[in-house]
């Protein structure tokens, strides 16, 4: 889930160290569930499938979606499934996934209060040497990005990094989504762009945390909202891929909270 809004630096909120904590537990239950996901992801699968395998884990661990429910139309799914050009927000399906075929799985959980945000995208079967290059930059993509996270640093020189890589890979970031500040709420100040101009945007200190979301696609960087209301989707057809982590700003340097335990 991401949107792209206007920036107020005063509502942006340092989570305390007990909430980062929290935090790393809610991420540590939600990095297994995506590995779950993922090994789940296979041909004749459906993007149901998946939510229905996500909701009950959740709720098995006493935690609850973040996505169900969300927004305006309600998302009707746990977890967000898009398939190949869908880059974002695509609505859990009952169509089978087929050899070829990219999903990107995303998924944001509740848990003790605090809330947390990741995805990933995994090939189905046998993919093209072009979806496998994409999803090797996107996820190179998302390392390059969470080495920015320093304390110091500003939001601009995570996105001008992400840009700078993904476009020398002849590949594209979407710019009318972004990733974004996470914790208390689902969606919280900074917004943290793909691209811009090193230095710019927010500047990180202790405390913040963000959802660093790198969003990828072939030939042109332009998408559109599908007639369902949520789907996000490349307008040129072609796949797309999406890979996310929450990340802590801290002293030591970006500690990632969405890793198993």
Known sequence: MKRLWVLSASMITKKSPKDIEKLARAGALLATILDGLVKRAIVGATGKDLDAYALHEMELAGAKPAFLGYGQPPFPGSICVSVNAEVVHGLPRDIPFITGDIVGIDAGLWLD???VDSAR????????KENEHLMSVTKRALEIGIQ???VGNTTGDIGHAIQEYVESEELEVVRALVGHGVGYDL????QVPNFGKAGSGTRLV???VIAIEPMVTFVSPEIMTASDGWSIVALSGKPSAHEEHTIAITKNGPRILTVAA
């Open 113 to 115: 209060g605090v809330v």
């Open 148 to 150: 920015q996270a320093q």
């Open 121 to 128: 995208t995994v090939g189905i079967g046998t993919i093209s």
């Open 187 to 190: 969606h919280e100040e900074p």
């Open 206 to 208: 202790e405390g913040i």
